[in-house]
């Protein structure tokens, strides 16, 4: 595999289709590793380090929209969902759960080679921006070597370190699900009893701060039972 080249993987339970997409993805210069079982995937996953993950729902050993959900919180990859479920309630949950970018059956190849090849120009625009000390967003700035956010009047209020933490997995992950589980692991700490409730206070913090109203959220958006996602503009 030659390092130097983006990783694609292809999960799909059709030989035709994985073969097809392998050929087209390869012909655009791109490494692909192709597998027809989600368990086949997922042990292979632990060592590989894929940079678009294209998924089919319509797995044989388990639910698609599971792993796709995995997928986006866990791997850093780029996920884009390959389905002949064309619904629109289904296209919304699917990019809801984290899915990058969702393309239904049939399809034509160059499509998904177009797709793929916007997605990993895109992430390497946002692998620079939010790795940056200053971020604007929503009419703010954050200061994360400062600990700091200023309104655009030039007040200014100290972040804690762990609301710092926390804003930082919003801005880096825009509209996408973020659970508790994976603010308590950023945060580097273990699940007690009151779990919930302590990320829940520090997201109130945070949203105090930037006077974000939860009864009509501009910027963070809780999802019940399920955890939070940032709406909020995020500036190149």
């Known amino acids: 595999m030659n390092p130097q080249k983006s990783l694609i993987t292809i999960l799909d339970d059709s030989p035709e289709i994985r073969e097809m ?4 993805l390869q012909d655009a210069g791109y490494d692909t ?5 989600s368990g086949d995937f997922e042990r292979a996953i632990r060592t590989l380090s894929p940079d678009v993950c294209l998924v089919d729902l319509g797995l044989p050993d ?19 969902i390959i389905s002949g479920r064309n619904l629109v309630q289904d296209k919304i949950i699917g990019l809801e759960l984290g899915a990058d970018d969702y393309i239904t059956k049939p399809f034509e190849t160059a499509e998904v080679v177009a797709r793929v090849r916007a997605l990993l120009r895109r992430n390497t625009q946002k ?27 030039g007040e200014t209020q100290d972040l804690s370190h762990a609301e710092s933490k926390v804003l ?8 996408r699900l973020i659970t508790r589980d994976q603010i308590f692991t950023a945060l580097d ?4 009893e009151n779990f919930d409730r302590a990320i829940d206070v520090r997201v109130s913090r945070l949203r105090t701060k ?26 190149g």
């Open 62 to 80: 388990k639910d698609g929209l599971a792993l796709v959900n995995r997928l986006a919180l866990e791997s850093g990859a780029a996920v884009i």
């Open 21 to 24: 997409l392998s050929t087209a």
């Open 210 to 235: 930037l006077r974000d109203d939860p009864q009509n959220p501009q910027i963070i958006k809780t999802i019940y039972g399920a955890g939070y996602i940032f709406i909020g503009n995020v500036e």
């Open 168 to 175: 930082r997995i919003f801005l880096d992950a825009p509209n």
């Open 127 to 153: 692998t620079v921006e939010t790795t940056s000390k200053v971020v604007r967003f929503s009419g703010w700035i954050a200061d994360f070597e400062q600990y700091r956010l200023t309104d655009e009047n």
């Open 189 to 192: 700490q273990t699940a007690g």
């Open 33 to 37: 590793k192709s597998f027809g079982r």
